[in-house]
């Protein structure tokens, strides 16, 4: 299974980017994968931004992103949104999706990763 993250960007403060990531090779089995994203800022650790769970459709976010961020899949195309509005400097990080697993911050797999820049 591979997963291909796309979407990210230069943007300005208050700006908005929509994220995609999409699921390749053994996939018949993505509706019943628990989803997410990640990002990693600049000299940080890599941190919990959104998850969603495969079965109920039930969304979580970091307190952070609340109110600004919106997690979403389709899964008759194997792909994973994160819609992000609002965007703030502090967003800057490279974002990486994940797929299969418990959920949270655990998956089975994981995408390369896309750089958001958010300008001030």
């Known amino acids: 299974v591979q997963l291909q993250a796309s979407g990210g960007g230069l943007v300005q403060t208050g700006g908005s980017l929509r994220l995609s990531c999409a699921a390749s090779?053994?996939?018949?089995?993505?509706?019943?994968?628990?989803v997410g994203w990640l990002r990693q800022a600049p000299g940080k650790e890599r941190d919990f931004v959104a998850a969603m769970h495969w079965r109920t459709g039930t969304t979580y976010y970091t307190d952070s992103v609340k109110g600004r961020f919106t997690i979403s899949r389709d899964n008759a195309k194997n792909t994973v949104y994160l819609q992000m509005n609002s965007l703030k400097p502090e967003d800057t990080a490279v974002y990486y999706c994940?797929?299969?697993?418990?959920?949270?911050?655990?998956?089975?797999?994981w995408g390369q990763g896309t750089l958001v820049t958010v300008s001030s």
């Open positions: 090779g053994r996939t018949f089995d993505f509706s019943s994968w628990n």
């Open positions: 994940g797929a299969g697993g418990i959920g949270g911050t655990t998956y089975d797999y």
